[in-house]
């Protein structure tokens, strides 16, 4: 059983776009055995997970804060979401950078000062595009 306040699980039914009657249908329980989950604080953490799922809530994936809406992926606090082409290219980036870095190590073997700061400055600039 997970404790949660009444208004915290009425706002969770409220993201999860269902409502108590729909709830009890949908886990096959009396609106009484609602009732009394309500009344003293306590939901089964399978009702809980499951709002939290519908809700589209990535807390319980382990995201904290982090949550699917409309579409797009919300961080915490965010102020825009990003879409699936927003990310597809972080592997990518990702890729680019470590081959960056190789080049780095490569070169500090080779006192060549320019080339090193070049490497460094587009090292940063594509961690600075993954931030």
Not at 51 to 60: F, I, P, T
Request: hydrophobic fraction near 45%; include cysteine.
């Amino acid at each position: 059983m997970v404790t949660m306040d009444r208004y915290d699980f009425a706002d969770l039914l409220l993201a999860a776009r269902i409502s108590r009657e729909q709830l009890t249908d949908l886990c096959k329980i009396k609106p009484r055995t609602l009732k009394r989950w309500q009344d003293v604080h306590r939901y089964p953490a399978v009702v809980v997970a499951l709002l939290k799922v519908m809700a589209a809530d990535l807390s319980a994936h382990g995201w904290p804060g982090w949550k699917l809406q409309g579409g797009l992926l919300w961080a915490p606090g965010a102020r825009c979401g990003y879409s699936p082409a927003d990310v597809d290219w972080i592997p990518s980036a990702q890729w680019m950078i470590d081959g960056y870095e190789r080049i780095l190590r490569s070169h500090a073997a080779i006192s060549d000062s320019a080339r090193l700061d070049q490497a460094e400055r587009q090292i940063a600039e594509l961690r600075q595009l993954l931030e």
